[in-house]
C-alpha cells in the first residue's frame, strides 16, 4: 500500500513538473527571443556619439542622495558639470549631468563621447551600445539554452521531472 502511494505521489510530482517546466519554458523563450530582438535592434541603431576623448572639469553642483535599504546604505551624487575638451585642435565647453557613486571635483577628468559632425554636441561616457546590444544577445541564448536543456532533461528523465515539481510546490508555499 505505501509503495502505490509512493509511486503516486512520485508520478503526479513528475507530472506536475513537467507542466511547470511547459509554462516556464514559454516564458522564458518569450523573454529570451525578446533579449534577443532588443540586441539586434541596439546594434543596427546608428550611433551618434562616436567620438571619445577627455574633458577636464571646471565647475561642479553635486547633490548627494543617500540611500537605506535592508542592505545597507548606498550614495549617489547627481552632478551638474561644466567641462572642456578638445576636438581637432578646437577648444569646447559644455555644461554635462552625471549621476553616479562618486563625487567629481573641479580640476577632475571625465571621459566624454561627442557627435563628430558636431562636436559641440556631447555626453558623459556610457556603456557602449555594442557592449549592450551583444549583452541582450548573449543573455538570450543562454536562457534560451538553458530552457531547451531543462525541457530534455524533464522529458527524458521522470526523478527529474519529480524533482522540478517539488521544486516548483516548494516556491509555491
Not at 55 to 63: G, P, Q, R
Not at 124 to 148: C, E, F, M, P
Amino acid at each position: 500500500m505505501s509503495s502505490n502511494l509512493g509511486e503516486e505521489i512520485y508520478s503526479d510530482s513528475a507530472s506536475f513538473g513537467r507542466i511547470m517546466t511547459y509554462i516556464y519554458s514559454v516564458i522564458l523563450t518569450g523573454i529570451s527571443l525578446l533579449l534577443i530582438y532588443v540586441g539586434v535592434k541596439i546594434l543596427k541603431t546608428p550611433q551618434t556619439y562616436t567620438g571619445k576623448t577627455s574633458a577636464k572639469v571646471n565647475t561642479v553642483d553635486c547633490t548627494k542622495n543617500i540611500v537605506n535599504s535592508s542592505n545597507g546604505s548606498s550614495t549617489t551624487y547627481n552632478c551638474s558639470i561644466s567641462v572642456t575638451y578638445k576636438v581637432n585642435d578646437v577648444d569646447y565647453t559644455t555644461s554635462l549631468q552625471d549621476a553616479s557613486s562618486y563625487e567629481i571635483k573641479t580640476g577632475d577628468s571625465v571621459n566624454i563621447e561627442y557627435n563628430p559632425t558636431n562636436p559641440a554636441d556631447s555626453r558623459i561616457s556610457q556603456i557602449s551600445s555594442k557592449t549592450l546590444g551583444w549583452g541582450a544577445i548573449i543573455l538570450g541564448v543562454i536562457i534560451l539554452l538553458g530552457t531547451i536543456v531543462h525541457v530534455y532533461l524533464v522529458r527524458r528523465y521522470k526523478f527529474f521531472a519529480a524533482g522540478t515539481g517539488v521544486a516548483d510546490v516548494y516556491h509555491l508555499l
